[in-house]
C-alpha cells in the first residue's frame, strides 16, 4: 500500500502535471471501482482541478464547484501517466481520466479489488472519509505520547494503525523503530519516556528523510515504480541480509500476507523474536538468540 512518503510523491506529480487542468473526459472499466452513486462521477468531466489533499491514505481531488474526487489506492492501486491518449483496456485497469491528449490511468494488480473512488459533492462531506489518526508533521509530542498510550498494543500495531497515526503501513513502520532501536512488539504501555521522545523524533525524521528521497530520486518524472521495497531501506525487505548499522542478519516475523523485518541486535537484545510458522514447527529447536542463531549457520 502506498505510504505517505508515496503519496506526497504523488500529491506533487498530479499538481504540477493536472493541477489547473480541466478533466476532459472519464472512463470506469471495473464497476466496483466507484462506491458512490450521487453525484455520477461523470459530473466531474468538464470541471477544472483546483487542488488536491491527502486524507490519511487517500488522495483527495478538489474541483470547481465544491465537489471532490476521493482515492484509496489500497494495497496494489497505482496511478500511471500516459502522454498520449489511452483506454481502460488491460485486466488491471480500473479507470482512465482524460487530460487533453494525456491520460491518468489507475490500475490495480490485485483480484480483490479493493482501490475505491468516492465521489463527493463538497468539500465539508470529506469529514466523513477522515481517519481519526494523527499526522505526524503536525501533532504535538503530548498529542502523541496520548494517542500511543490509549491502548496496550505493540508498538508494530500503534504505527500502522490509521486510527492512530495517518499514513504510516508496513513498511515505513519497520524503518522508523529501526531507526528508534526499539523493538517491534515491545508493548506502548512499558515505554520509558525518554524512547516515547526517540520514538517521537523517529518518526518524523525518517518519514523526511524517506519523502526528500523519493523526491530527489523522481524529480520532473511521473513515479511510475511506488513500491514498499526500497534499496535504500535499511530492514524492510532485507531478511536475511545484513543490516546497515550493525551487520546482523535482519530477521522477521511474519503473520497473514504480512511480515515484520528487524535487526536483533539494533532492536531486541539480540533476542530472536517467535516467528508464527517456524517457531511452531520448531518448538524446542528455535534459536532465542542471535549467537545461537549463528552458531546453527556454522
Not at 483546483?50 to 489506492?73: A, P, Q, Y
Request: charged share 30%; glycine share 6%.
Amino acid at each position: 500500500m502506498p505510504e505517505l512518503p508515496d503519496l506526497e510523491l504523488y500529491l506533487s506529480s498530479l499538481k504540477r502535471l493536472i493541477g489547473g487542468e480541466e478533466i476532459d473526459a472519464v472512463q470506469i472499466k471495473s464497476p466496483f471501482f466507484v462506491r458512490t452513486f450521487e453525484p455520477d462521477v461523470s459530473e466531474c468531466v468538464g470541471k477544472k482541478i483546483i487542488g488536491f489533499r491527502r486524507l490519511g491514505k487517500r488522495i483527495v481531488w478538489l474541483l470547481e464547484e465544491g465537489s471532490c474526487l476521493v482515492f484509496h489506492l489500497m494495497v496494489a492501486g497505482r496511478f500511471h501517466w500516459k502522454s498520449k491518449v489511452t483506454f481502460p483496456k488491460s485486466k488491471n485497469d480500473l479507470a482512465a481520466f482524460r487530460f487533453g491528449d494525456r491520460t491518468l490511468m489507475v490500475t490495480e494488480a490485485s483480484q480483490k479489488k479493493r482501490a475505491s473512488l468516492h465521489v463527493v459533492p463538497k468539500q465539508d462531506d470529506l469529514i466523513a472519509l477522515t481517519p481519526p489518526g494523527l499526522e505526524i508533521f503536525t501533532m504535538t509530542y503530548e498529542e502523541f505520547k496520548s494517542q500511543l498510550k490509549m491502548q496496550n498494543h505493540t508498538l508494530k500495531r500503534a504505527l500502522t494503525d490509521p486510527k492512530l497515526f495517518s499514513g504510516i503501513g508496513n513498511a515505513y513502520s519497520d524503518e522508523i523503530l529501526h531507526h528508534a532501536r526499539l523493538s517491534p512488539i515491545q508493548w506502548t504501555s512499558r515505554l520509558l519516556e525518554e524512547e516515547i521522545k526517540v520514538l517521537f523524533r523517529s518518526i518524523r525524521s525518517t518519514i523526511r528523510h524517506w519523502i526528500d528521497l523519493l523526491h530527489q530520486q523522481t524529480g520532473d518524472k511521473f513515479p511510475e515504480k511506488v513500491t514498499a521495497f526500497r534499496p535504500e531501506m535499511a530492514v524492510h525487505g532485507k531478511f536475511g541480509r545484513p543490516c546497515p548499522e550493525c551487520g546482523t542478519i535482519v530477521q522477521r516475523i511474519r503473520y497473514a500476507d504480512k511480515e515484520t523485518n528487524y535487526c536483533p541486535r539494533c532492536q531486541t537484545d539480540g533476542k530472536l523474536l517467535a516467528d508464527r510458522s517456524l517457531s511452531r514447527l520448531l518448538k524446542d529447536d528455535w534459536p532465542k538468540t542471535i549467537d545461537e542463531l549463528e552458531q546453527l549457520s556454522e
